[in-house]
């Protein structure tokens, strides 16, 4: 029996109970995956509160972004073999180029049951391999928070050496934002509540951080900065409720990747700044596989190296999700399975 959490009878984290399942079967062009690690996203606390798609069937298994060694292989298989590290992709069907609703339908941790079990079977066309530096916890960050912001800058962002970015707090994707962009030789600023955590983005590299509770119109301060021109890509994870500011901080003919909600996603908002200042707004969905891959080799040539918050094992999974809905983390909260 393979050891798994789900949500089975409604949504609410109270509901998150520790279960077993029988081992799926392999079928051709598929592995099987022993699970090492699986890492959480705001996504996935949305999920398993009916906040995020109140039609999600249930019983469910959480998480989109999870790590493990190929244990199995089914007949036609050539990009994994057994021994093999895998990561997940979280639109199994989006192999590359754009979107559409064929391609993204089918996500893991919501259509498809998710990485926080011991082990799951996955298309091998829905796998890519481990950059070697990286241990599982690290690797289990990447594919949606990862790809998430190396969408947003270079895929989708174009990001040049010399621009300027705009990273909004220290949740996964505003810190792997932060490292890519310092890694394309761009200047960047961030903002946050928390003294700490200024200075912990010090250290990653941001240029300027600003404390939004005690500075409040950030927008135009990071404006000012600039020598009045505007960032030109703000990392916007905070929804309608930081946009009104984030538009202030872009430049005119720069662009606002939209991201997240966690300042909400329903208020009223004046988009007039955005026509105004002929604002690109980019909604980013994670990434296909071919920027996965892509990203993997930037990770590998440069070393880098993920920031994790805490890693939590396997048995304390209630634990992780109430880190992440405390907003006190730094970088991602992990779960070893």
């Not at 021994?83 to 979107?99: K, S």
Request: aromatic content about 6%; overall charge neutral; charged content about 25%.
């Amino acid at each position: 029996m393979v050891k798994t959490w789900e949500l089975k009878e409604a949504f609410g984290l109270d509901y998150l109970q520790r279960t077993e399942r029988a081992p799926e079967p392999l079928g051709p062009g598929q592995v099987r995956v022993r699970v090492r690690a699986a890492a959480l996203n705001y996504r996935d606390l949305l999920i398993a509160r009916g906040l995020y798609d109140p039609r999600q069937p249930l019983p469910y298994v959480p998480l989109s972004d999870g790590v493990g060694e190929v244990v199995e292989v089914g007949a036609e298989v050539t990009r994994a073999a057994v021994g093999e590290r895998v990561m997940g992709c979280f639109a199994q069907g989006w192999i590359a180029g754009e979107p559409s609703m064929e391609r993204i339908r089918h996500t893991l941790g919501s259509r498809l049951d998710g990485c926080l079990r011991e082990e799951m079977v996955l298309d091998a066309s829905g796998v890519v391999r481990v950059p070697e530096h990286l241990t599982d916890a690290e690797a289990a960050t990447l594919p949606c928070a990862g790809l998430t912001a190396f969408s947003a800058l270079f895929t989708l962002g174009a990001l040049c050496a010399g621009q300027s970015v705009l990273v909004l707090g220290s949740g996964g994707v505003s810190v792997f934002a932060l490292a890519f962009a310092r890694l394309a030789g761009a200047r960047v600023f961030a903002t946050t509540s928390s003294d700490a955590k200024a200075e912990r983005l010090r250290e990653l590299g941001a240029e300027h951080v600003l404390n939004y509770r005690q500075e409040p119109g950030w927008g135009r301060r990071v404006r000012e900065l600039t020598g009045g021109r505007g960032v030109d890509l703000v990392v916007e994870v905070g929804g309608v409720g930081t946009l009104d500011q984030s538009l202030r901080a872009v430049r005119a003919g720069g662009t606002v990747a939209m991201i997240g909600v966690l300042a909400g996603g329903k208020e009223p908002l004046n988009i007039l700044p955005a026509v105004m200042k002929q604002v690109r707004m980019q909604g980013v969905l994670v990434g296909h596989r071919d920027g996965f891959e892509a990203m993997n080799r930037a990770i590998e040539s440069s070393g880098m190296r993920p920031v994790v918050d805490r890693v939590f094992p396997f048995d304390d999974a209630p634990a992780a999700f109430s880190r992440l809905a405390s907003g006190e983390h730094f970088g991602k909260v992990v779960i070893e399975v």
